[in-house]
């Protein structure tokens, strides 16, 4: 009896410990005279899970406003970053030791809320519009129909097209305004020759033509009766070329017409007169390149008297023995060689 008793005082100090299993307890193994007594104590039943129950929110429905038309960009470019070797940490696992004390808790629910209600407003009913009144239009006439023609004919053939081939460029001078300088020897009727030199001014107008003025200072020379005589000419003439510019030798015909001034010394008195004369002829041009020109002509010279012979002159008939005559009208050859220089 008193053993009994024991065990139980025994089991209710070990109560707290036994109210989370079941403890057996069974003694040990000894001969007594006394039945073995099995206590079996019951564990306490779990409590409920407690369940916390979400308020209820109730939204007020929102306002609608029209939203606003989407815009959609291109998202960026991603951005790559490329580490360095060695930048990034291992990895490092983390284990949380539960303690035993707080491995039977009870377990809470949480409930979410349930979602807001949204009241959508719904769309204005749409306008609608009466359709326009349809104008009468006038009647549709009949259709004309046209009888077909009795017979065919071939199509006119279309007409031949001519093509004319465009004419080749004639090539043009790069330079065109020259100056020049030139030797003259004159043949004349009338027993005078006379030697002189003179000065031009060209002007190549296009690749066949170019224009000349030019002034001389004429001398007489050899002579029968050993007077003197001057001459100065102004001309004004054109120079009509056969071949092209880019030819090296290039022929030439030449007209040329103007006024000269003679003088012939008398010894008493002079003999002044005036002439207008004439030039043709033609000659030869040696181009060296585009900027010098050599020119060698023949000239056929016509001169026309314009003024009268003073009395006094009419009055000499000889000088120092020898018959004189008055200059009149004559007819003669000039020879001439120049050069110019064209810019």
């Known amino acids: 009896m008193m053993r009994s008793l024991r065990l139980l005082a025994l089991a209710v100090v070990a109560a707290p410990s036994i109210a ?6 069974e ?22 899970p407690v369940v916390v129950p979400a308020p209820r929110v109730v939204v007020p429905p929102a306002p609608y406003y029209t939203p606003r038309p989407r815009v959609y960009a291109p998202p960026p470019p991603p951005v790559v970053i490329y580490p360095a070797p060695g930048a990034m ?20 629910f949480v409930v979410p809320p349930p979602p807001p209600v949204v009241y959508a407003q719904p ?81 190549r107008a296009s690749p066949h033509l170019v224009t000349e003025l030019a002034a001389e200072y004429q001398r007489s020379a050899g002579s029968q009766s050993q007077l003197d005589r001057v001459d100065v000419p102004v001309t004004f003439g054109l ?46 041009e040696l181009r060296l390149g585009q900027h010098v020109a050599i020119t060698a002509d023949a000239r056929l010279d ?21 018959p004189v005559h008055p200059l009149g009208d004559e007819v003669g050859g000039q020879f001439r060689l120049g050069v110019a220089a064209y810019f």
């Open 239 to 284: 120079r009509v070329h056969i071949g092209r510019p880019n030819w090296v030798v290039s022929p030439y015909f030449v007209f040329a017409g103007g006024v000269g001034y003679a003088s012939q010394d008398l010894r008493f008195t002079t003999d002044d007169a005036i002439y207008l004369e004439g030039q043709l002829g033609g000659g030869l």
């Open 123 to 203: 769309a204005p009913p749409p306008v609608e519009y009466a359709p326009p009144p349809v104008p009468a239009y006038p009647p549709v006439p009949p259709p004309v129909v046209v009888p077909p023609p009795c017979c065919y004919g071939a199509p006119p053939s279309p007409e031949p097209m001519v093509l004319v081939a465009p004419r080749p460029q004639v090539p043009m001078w790069t330079s065109r305004i020259g100056l020049g300088v030139r030797g003259t020897g004159q043949v004349i009727n009338d027993g005078w020759n006379n030697l002189g030199i003179g000065g031009e001014f060209l002007f």
């Open 89 to 108: 940490p291992p990895h490092v696992y983390i284990r949380e030791r539960i303690r035993w004390h707080l491995r039977h808790l009870p377990r809470v």
């Open 302 to 322: 016509a001169k026309k008297r314009a003024n009268g012979v003073a009395d006094n002159v009419l009055a000499t008939t000889s000088v120092d023995g020898k």
């Open 27 to 48: 003694p040990a193994a000894a001969p007594a005279p006394y039945p073995t007594v099995t206590v079996q104590v019951p564990a306490p039943p779990l409590p409920p």
């Open 20 to 25: 989370f299993a079941q403890v057996m307890i």
